[in-house]
């Protein structure tokens, strides 16, 4: 009994670092966090632009619009893995014992 208990503890742990894993490395965090730290260093470039910048860019800002944007994107993906966080999948599922199959007695 105490076999079992054990191994059932073992199994409840191992898919609890499994679930914690599957959150940890979640491509969104990656993607959302890199897009936020790049869109926040692009944005400070753009409030620090010059005039001669600006003049090669036709009076746009392009720093601190592609800034901003790159900031949303971020944004967006980091409130898409909070709003629906990573499932770990399940194990499938073990047959149940039964009798052999003539074809597994052949091979």
């Known amino acids: 009994m105490s076999d079992e208990y054990e191994y059932q503890h073992q199994v ?41 910048d600006l003049k090669k860019a036709q009076n746009i800002n392009i720093n601190l619009w592609t800034g901003l944007s790159m900031l949303v994107v971020g944004l967006l993906f980091l409130l898409w893995m909070w709003r629906r966080p990573a499932i770990a999948p399940e194990p499938a599922p073990e047959p149940p014992p039964g009798p052999a199959r003539p074809e597994d007695e052949a091979a």
């Open 12 to 52: 409840e742990e191992l898919e609890q670092k499994s679930a914690t894993a599957a959150r940890l490395f979640d491509v969104r965090r990656i993607i959302g966090g890199l897009f936020v730290i790049y869109g926040i260093i692009v944005t400070i470039a753009g409030f620090t632009a010059s005039d001669a």
